[in-house]
């Protein structure tokens, strides 16, 4: 499952969950074309699912949990906060964030295994 967050001014205007698909994202995303950035953690998304949200002109990041301190930290686990804090390390621009191979390197890398 995924939760999904959106924010806008500072403020959520959509929280929900849902199942970590194409058509579950599709329906998440409809009525947004100006989302800024769409941030996950490594794992929690496929490889299909990533270049799907890349179609979409969504720039992606992802970033790797335990380097998120404050995540990595939290005694209390819960998905809402986390994603919270993700974007509070966004704004302040300290998020951790992994590199995403472009497609030709995971198309190698396919062929490779």
């Known amino acids: 499952m995924c939760l999904g967050f959106i924010e806008e001014n500072n403020k959520v205007v959509t929280k929900l969950r849902f199942s970590n698909t194409k058509q579950r994202w599709s329906d998440f995303l409809r009525n947004e074309d100006d989302i800024d950035i769409l941030i996950t ?7 299909r699912t990533l270049r799907y949200l890349e179609d979409l002109n969504v720039q992606v990041k992802m970033v790797h949990p335990k380097k998120a301190r404050s995540i ?26 992994i590199w995403i191979p472009p497609r030709e390197n995971i198309k190698v890398r396919h062929l490779c295994k």
């Open 41 to 47: 953690d490594a794992g929690s998304v496929s490889e």
């Open 72 to 97: 990595a930290e939290t005694t209390i686990k819960a998905d809402e906060l986390d994603a919270e804090s993700l974007i509070d390390l966004e704004k302040v621009g300290v998020l951790s964030e």
